[in-house]
C-alpha cells in the first residue's frame, strides 16, 4: 500500500532552468496539496488541486510556478527559471477528503530542490 | 506572522525522561494537529485534536488544547532516542477560513540522548 510518492527526491539546476517535481497521491486520495519548506522554516501552504481543478493557489507566487493534476498520471509543480531563492524542499500530500479536519493528510517524502 | 508558533526551538533531554513542545497560534481554530519529521524526511501525522476537545493521548503522546489562551502542548512521555525529530504543530483556519489548509509553525528540534 504505497504513500505518496514524489519524485525526484533531489534536483539540481541552474539559474534560469526548469524544475518539475511529481507527486502521486495515495490510492483512492483526489486532493493533492503542495507544500514547500525553506532552511529552518515550517512548511507553508502553495496550492491544493483536485482531479484537473486548481481548487485554491494563493500561496503560490504569481509568476514561474504552476501547478496541475491532470486526470491521468501524477500531479505536477512545475518552476520555470529558477532562481537561488527556489531552493529548499517541496512536499506534496494528499487526503481522501478535502477537509482535513475529517482526516489528516498525507506526506511524500519530499523533492528537494537546489539551485546553483 | 506565524500562526503555529512551537517552543522551545529546541530541546534536548535523556532517554526515558519525558518532552514537553509547546504551540500557540493567533487566529481561531477548527483543529490542531502535531506532526514530527525525522532528518531529510517527509511529515508524519502523530496526532489531531478538536478545538472542541481539551486532551487527547496516543500510545506515549498526550496533546492538550486550551482554546482560551490558544496554546497547545504535546509530551512524549518516557522518551527514546527514536524519538530525536523536529516535531510542528499544524493549525487549521477556524469559521469562514479554509479548513483544508494548514499553518505550520518552525518547529522543535528534539534530540533525545541515550
Known amino acids: 500500500n504505497a504513500g505518496v510518492m514524489q519524485n525526484p527526491r533531489h534536483l539540481v539546476r541552474r539559474r534560469g532552468q526548469e524544475a518539475r517535481l511529481r507527486c502521486s497521491p495515495m490510492k483512492g486520495h483526489s486532493h493533492v496539496y503542495w507544500y514547500r519548506q525553506l532552511p529552518e522554516e515550517g512548511l507553508k501552504f502553495m496550492v491544493y488541486l483536485q482531479k484537473e481543478n486548481i481548487i485554491d493557489e494563493s500561496g503560490m507566487p504569481k509568476e514561474r510556478f504552476s501547478a496541475e493534476f491532470p486526470k491521468e498520471g501524477p500531479s505536477i509543480l512545475r518552476i520555470q527559471q529558477v532562481v537561488r531563492g527556489d531552493s529548499a524542499a517541496y512536499f506534496c500530500a494528499s487526503s481522501l477528503y478535502g477537509t482535513v479536519g475529517t482526516g489528516e493528510l498525507f506526506f511524500g517524502e519530499g523533492s528537494r530542490l537546489t539551485v546553483l | 506572522s506565524q500562526q503555529g508558533e512551537e517552543d522551545p526551538q529546541a530541546l534536548s533531554i535523556q532517554e526515558g525522561e519525558n518532552a514537553t513542545m509547546n504551540c500557540s497560534y493567533k487566529t481561531s481554530i477548527n483543529n490542531l494537529q502535531w506532526y514530527r519529521q525525522n532528518s531529510g524526511r517527509g511529515l508524519v501525522h502523530l496526532i489531531l485534536?478538536?478545538?472542541?476537545?481539551r486532551e487527547k493521548h496516543s500510545g506515549r503522546l498526550r496533546v492538550t488544547l486550551d482554546t482560551s489562551k490558544k496554546s497547545s502542548s504535546l509530551l512524549i512521555t518516557a522518551s527514546r532516542a527514536a524519538d530525536t525529530a523536529s516535531y510542528f504543530c499544524a493549525t487549521d483556519a477556524g469559521s469562514g477560513g479554509s479548513n483544508y489548509k494548514l499553518t505550520f509553525g518552525k518547529g522543535t528540534l528534539l534530540t533525545v540522548n541515550p
Open positions: 485534536i478538536r478545538s472542541n476537545e
